[in-house]
């Protein structure tokens, strides 16, 4: 079957496009745009399909990444990268849960296009020194030297702890049971003193203007939210981005979804994503694999 490889690894070229862009449907429409190549590629003359196919997502994510990147300059508020809901499968895989957070996603958009390109073809998939040299263009010794610019850069800032699912699950339970009964001191018991919360809106739909930084903050802001808001409201515990997190309904369609991350059994942090356009691909899984 003539396009049988690229089904193959669909999943996988899926996977790479999106953690170099940050962004489901840009990498959607890179895999696309990849078919479109390889279906007019001399596939008998291409020896490692696999490989071949990373090198063409790879240029067209790097094309799309610098056009990205100049237009998210221009971006109302905070910038997080769209999420995408996951099986529980995919966490059991902790290499790729922790590569697709979104707290190792936000890292990565602080590093250059070729170096995220570099990191995350080298640290997450493996790939030799000189398969990514041919995808980017450059040689080999470039390529070490970026990796290790890169490595050092995401280490510097990466979570210093491995999520444990089970302790996250009942953070996520307590905190959506929190917010459902209006309990303010079972928010305060639930968030750490010093938890963060950003809040990305595009300027589409009211959010917070900037971080909400504090327990007592925080605790307040939400639940004044809650009391506040029309419409029915309803909080589910999902898997996102392979870790579990929240989704919140209004009147039956989703209105955000919440990114936690715990230490100790408390939140830390908490990335809320209100954009509409980041909030499509929410009710069907997304399929990822290294």
Do not use: C
Not at 220 to 226: D, N, R, S
Not at 254 to 266: F, H, I, K, M, Y
């Amino acid at each position: 079957m003539k396009n049988a490889p690229f089904v193959t690894h669909r999943s996988l070229l899926f996977t790479v496009a999106y953690e170099m862009l940050g962004s489901a449907a840009d990498a959607e429409d890179v895999v696309q745009e990849a078919w479109l190549r390889w279906a007019d590629t001399d596939q008998a003359a291409v020896q490692e399909p696999r490989a071949y196919l990373i090198q063409i997502v790879t240029r067209q994510a790097l094309n799309r990444l610098r056009t990205l990147s100049r237009r998210r300059e221009d971006y109302v508020g905070d910038w997080l990268p769209e999420p995408v809901l996951t099986s529980p499968d995919v966490g059991e895989d902790l290499e790729l849960a922790e590569s697709i957070s979104m707290a190792m996603l936000t890292v990565l958009e602080t590093l250059g296009p070729t170096e995220r390109a570099v990191f995350v073809l080298r640290e997450v998939f493996q790939a030799p020194y000189e398969e990514i040299a041919e995808a980017i263009g450059k040689t080999p010794a470039a390529v070490r030297q970026i990796a290790h610019r890169a490595r050092d850069h995401v280490a510097a800032r990466r979570p210093r702890l491995r999520v444990d699912h089970t302790e996250q699950q009942a953070a996520v339970e307590r905190f959506l049971a929190a917010i459902r009964t209006g309990d303010v001191q079972g928010l305060l018991e639930v968030l750490a003193p010093d938890v963060v919360m950003v809040t990305d809106s595009g300027g589409l739909v009211p959010a917070a203007p900037k971080p909400i930084v504090g327990a007592d903050k925080l605790a307040a802001f939400l639940i004044g939210v809650t009391a506040n808001a029309s419409g029915r409201h309803a909080g589910t515990a999902v898997w996102i981005n392979g870790a579990p997190a929240a989704r919140i309904d209004v009147d039956g369609e989703v209105a955000a979804a919440l990114s936690l991350t715990v230490e100790n059994g408390r939140i830390t942090r908490i990335y809320t994503m209100r954009n509409p356009h980041k909030l499509a691909r929410l009710d069907a899984e997304a399929t990822l694999a290294r």
